[in-house]
């Protein structure tokens, strides 16, 4: 990932790892993991959205790291993480297969971790909920401004009535083939028109387009399809864990009624935390609320576990 992708320094400069690791996954493909902090502590597990990287993590990781262990990786065709060739290799599938693998690369056997999810990483942490290599390190959850079904049909994007056209507009939108291009002004409100609420900050819509645009076209557009067809309602049921929902009011991508369906459907919801005039990209624009829900999963859920991982 080029430095010019990121920023170099303040709240949103990603903190260099304590380590650097990589997982394989079930199909071969090699992940990219940082880990943060200090061994030994109470893990958490970050996951990155559709067209981010870990440095969309920035502001969570300097935070937590602190105090807890953070690991952080890069989704499948994303970052420093490998791109599959064939379009087989996009699926919900393989990235449940790839958070298994981050986790077993990651924790000790038995140790649980608090697994943080947002938009495509939350839905990853839905795919992967009755994984067993999951099952076994999942203390609690976070799934941030994400949802399970219906995503371009609900989507507000294209500010235009629900219904086919719009439907089919946005799909077209989301799923283009086109190339980003450089980060320019146009870009940039683009960017913050779709993904973002009216009132976030120049600097953290330049973080967020700087994030989005150095994902490769052709990763971005095989996501795109897979998003589109997604249908995980069934699989919200099968995340048992203690689990918080949080949206922004003024999410188009994915609005607040995915997070009300998934908060209802959860078995065991801590609740949902929606948060006025913020749009999509939560750990970005609201970074306190989203590192304070964080912490207190961990703090409530997370310690719990450090025993395990010292007697095992």
């Not at 749009?279 to 025993?307: D, F, Q, R, S, W």
């Amino acid at each position: 990932m080029s430095p010019r992708t990121r920023a170099a320094t303040g709240p949103f400069a990603l903190p260099a790892p304590a380590r650097e690791l990589t997982a394989v996954s079930a199909d071969g493909a090699r992940l990219h993991v940082e880990a943060h902090g200090p061994e030994g502590a109470p893990a958490v597990v970050l996951a990155h959205g559709w067209t981010c990287s870990t440095a969309f993590w920035a502001a969570q990781i300097r935070d937590l790291s602190a105090s807890y262990r953070v690991i952080a990786y890069d989704q499948r065709g994303h970052g420093r993480s490998d791109a599959p060739v064939e379009a087989a290799g996009y699926s919900t599938r393989a990235l449940a297969d790839d958070l298994e693998a981050v986790l077993a690369t990651t924790l000790a056997p038995g140790e649980r971790a608090v697994l943080v999810g947002h938009s495509m990483g939350a839905m990853t942490l839905m795919a992967a909920a009755a994984r067993p290599g999951v099952r076994e390190h999942a203390a609690a959850a976070l799934l941030c401004s994400t949802g399970s079904s219906q995503l371009v049909a609900d989507s507000l994007v294209v500010p235009l009535r629900a219904g086919a056209l719009r439907t089919r507009l946005t799909r077209r939108l989301l799923g283009a083939r086109m190339p980003m291009g450089p980060v320019t002004p146009l870009a940039r409100r683009a960017l913050k028109y779709a993904t973002m609420g009216p009132g976030t900050a120049p600097e953290r819509v330049d973080v967020c387009a700087r994030i989005v645009h150095a994902c490769p076209r052709v990763v971005r557009y095989r996501w795109a399809h897979v998003l589109d067809a997604l249908d995980l309602a069934a699989e919200v049921g099968g995340l048992t864990v203690p689990t918080a929902v949080l949206a922004g009011t003024a999410d188009r991508l994915t609005p607040p009624v995915h997070a009300r369906r998934i908060a209802a459907a959860l078995p065991h919801c801590l609740g949902l935390t929606e948060l006025a005039g913020v749009g999509h990209m939560t750990p970005v624009e609201a970074p306190e609320a989203v590192t304070a829900a964080i912490t207190e999963l961990v703090e409530t859920y997370g310690k719990t576990y450090g025993k395990v991982r010292e007697g095992a």
